[in-house]
């Protein structure tokens, strides 16, 4: 018996003479998932049959924190990317201190967005909810931030909207905000609201709000040296051949800058919708909360064949397709 790759998973190794076998056979055993993998060894005709068992939910589970690993390293990636995007820029300026300068110049600046009533009302025109006004909405508020670990649940507003059906979230987990829209609210089931708030408060945990200030930091800074070293090549004669190089780099860098931070917005809202799917333990709710959303602002409903669009435009999303989400959610469910 080997040790457990995940909580109540059972992996037992035996050596056997070699068969006629599949080298991978996969058995349901009532609730149960039966790995059976034979591997090769030194001696001829022997072979190590490894068994592994575990429960649905154990593997699903697995996945999830697979997924959420990968998807963390993707934002990492970005980020650094977006670094060295901005210190070849101060590079070709000044070589080495410029580089260094550009980066320090480029890191964000300390300070959480202040989160009040007055606030809220001139960034969103939101008021505050109370829990006396949708006791239900507040135990499930409060339920969903206690399993995702953050210290205080979020304050809940509304935008008297009924036309807009719209949620999004601000802050971090010490102090944050969910609004949501009026015609949100009225169209939305219990189930579908949990999946939104789940999605929202995986935003908060994972204080994506700071993530996406750091990226917007970084692409302005990349936009003002470029900028700046465009008109220094000008100064120094741009149409000379080794000025060539630099001046390509100085030219994209905005638009590179900006398609890393498309992309890092699109990899934290699938991350967002892998921990709803955690936290709630259902993707139900989520599921039908997109499709709702998808006929809203579409007309039309969600087609899962469309999960992989054709051309570049995927690029210039902030956000992946509804059809990627839902058919994302789908495979970490099943």
Same mark, same amino acid.
């Given at each position: 018996?080997?040790?457990?790759? @995940?909580?109540?998973t059972c992996v037992s190794? &035996?050596? =056997? ?6 080298? +991978? ?8 998932? @039966? ?7 030194? #001696?001829? /005709?022997? &072979? *190590? ?15 999830? #924190?697979? @997924? ?14 977006? *670094?060295?995007?901005?210190? +070849? ?10 580089? #260094? ?23 969103? /025109?939101?008021?505050?909810? =109370?829990? &006396? ?25 509304? *935008?008297a909207a009924t036309s ?70 000008? @100064? ?48 139900? /709710? ?44 789908l495979n970490l469910a099943?």
């Open positions: 018996m080997g040790p457990s790759i @995940v909580p109540g190794f &035996v050596l =056997q003479r070699a068969a006629r076998v599949e080298p +991978l056979q996969i058995l349901r055993c009532g609730e149960s998932v @039966v790995l059976i993998i034979f591997l090769p060894t030194d #001696h001829p /005709g022997i &072979v *190590v049959r490894c068994r592994i068992e575990a429960e649905y939910r154990d593997l699903s589970r697995f996945r999830w #924190h697979l @997924v959420r690993d990968m998807n963390h390293r993707r934002s990492a990636w970005v980020i650094a990317a977006l *670094v060295l995007l901005l210190a +070849l820029c101060g590079w070709s300026i000044s070589g080495a201190d410029g580089a #260094h300068r550009a980066i320090n110049g480029g890191m964000p600046r300390s300070g959480e967005a202040i989160i009040s009533q007055e606030a809220m009302w001139r960034w969103f /025109g939101a008021r505050p909810l =109370q829990p &006396v006004d949708m006791p239900s909405l507040f135990h499930l508020l409060a339920d969903i931030s206690r399993r995702a670990g953050l210290p205080r649940a979020p304050d809940l507003y509304y *935008v807009k059906m719209n949620g999004y979230a601000i802050g971090g987990p010490e102090r944050s905000a969910i609004i949501l829209t009026e015609g949100l609210l009225r169209s939305m089931t219990v189930g579908e609201i949990a999946g939104i708030l789940a999605h929202e408060i995986a935003h908060i945990g994972n204080n994506d709000a700071w993530a996406m200030g750091w990226a917007a930091a970084l692409l302005r800074a990349i936009e003002l040296i470029s900028l700046n070293g465009l008109a220094w090549l000008r @100064v120094q004669g741009a149409g000379a051949a080794p000025a060539r190089p630099l001046a390509i780099l100085l030219r994209a860098a905005p638009a590179l800058g900006q398609l890393l931070c498309l992309a890092l917005s699109r990899i934290r809202e699938l991350d967002a919708d892998a921990a709803a799917l955690e936290l709630t333990g259902s993707s139900h /709710g989520l599921i039908a909360a997109l499709d709702k959303l998808e006929l809203h602002h579409t007309g039309s409903a969600v087609r899962l064949a469309a999960m992989c669009e054709d051309g570049p435009t995927w690029l210039l999303r902030s956000h992946p397709a509804t059809s990627e989400r839902v058919g994302t959610l099943h």
